[in-house]
């Protein structure tokens, strides 16, 4: 594909349920990242992935919040229990290295209201 | 402790006024900085970064590392300029911070 695809764009879920959000992101970049935003807020960083690994998760706010990407190109958010505190929208951005100097091309992001 | 700071939630200007978008930032180490632009319906992209030294669309940045500030100017603002904008900061361990950004509006 052309850029990073979010799917799906909008997900309403009840409190208490489980969630999955997609992120695909452009095809050759080794670096992924996940941040969450919420109303009137900058992008919060959740975590980083450098290939398949977990760089960086210093962001994810509890253990409610786990990341993966299996072979190095898609990867999956997951949020447990979900609050009406995970409200907000989800963005994906990947990068063809990783690392401070390289340009981050970000997904159209994933709503999530939890309702 | 990395932070990224934009003091104004909103910025008002008339078109052909000059704009500057005010950040600043805290971090220990060299930093690299980033203007991240996001037009309305539209996804957040990079508008200019430090280490490019260019002018993106009429806008410069410089970075001052005594005031530890990195705002975004333009002399003269245009209608297409509206969007909302994030200054960013990106560290060592490859993350990137984001300010809480501003929205910059042009009126006619």
């Known amino acids: 594909g052309a850029g990073v695809s979010q799917t799906p764009s909008n997900k309403v879920t009840e409190k208490g349920k489980y969630v999955e959000l997609r992120c695909d992101p452009i095809?050759?970049?080794?670096?992924l990242y996940w941040y969450r935003q919420s109303l009137g807020q900058g992008p919060e960083f959740l975590i980083y992935?450098?290939?398949?690994?977990?760089?960086?998760d210093s962001g994810l706010p509890n253990d409610r919040f786990f990341a993966v990407r299996p072979e190095g190109s898609v990867s999956t958010l997951k949020i447990q229990r979900t609050e009406r505190g995970d409200s907000a929208v989800y963005l994906c951005?990947?990068?063809?290295?990783?690392?401070?100097?390289?340009?981050?091309?970000f997904g159209q992001g994933t709503r999530l209201t939890v309702v | 402790a990395q932070r990224v700071t934009q003091p104004e939630k909103l910025l008002s200007v008339f078109k052909g006024a000059p704009v500057e978008l005010k950040c600043n930032y805290s971090?220990?180490?060299?930093?690299?900085l980033f203007w991240y632009v996001q037009y309305s319906r539209q996804r957040l992209q990079l508008l200019l970064r430090?280490?490019s030294r260019e002018s993106i669309k009429g806008f410069t940045a410089d970075l001052n590392k005594g005031e530890t500030s990195f705002h975004l100017k333009k002399p003269f603002a245009q209608e297409e300029d509206s969007a909302m904008y994030y200054c960013?900061?990106?560290?060592?361990?490859?993350?990137?911070?984001f300010g809480s950004g501003t929205r910059l509006s042009i009126r006619p």
């Open positions: 951005a990947s990068s063809s290295t990783g690392g401070a100097y390289t340009e981050a091309f």
């Open positions: 095809s050759g970049h080794t670096a």
């Open positions: 992935f450098q290939g398949t690994g977990a760089a960086d």
């Open positions: 971090y220990s180490g060299s930093p690299e």
């Open positions: 430090h280490i």
């Open positions: 960013a900061l990106g560290s060592s361990a490859s993350k990137i911070i």
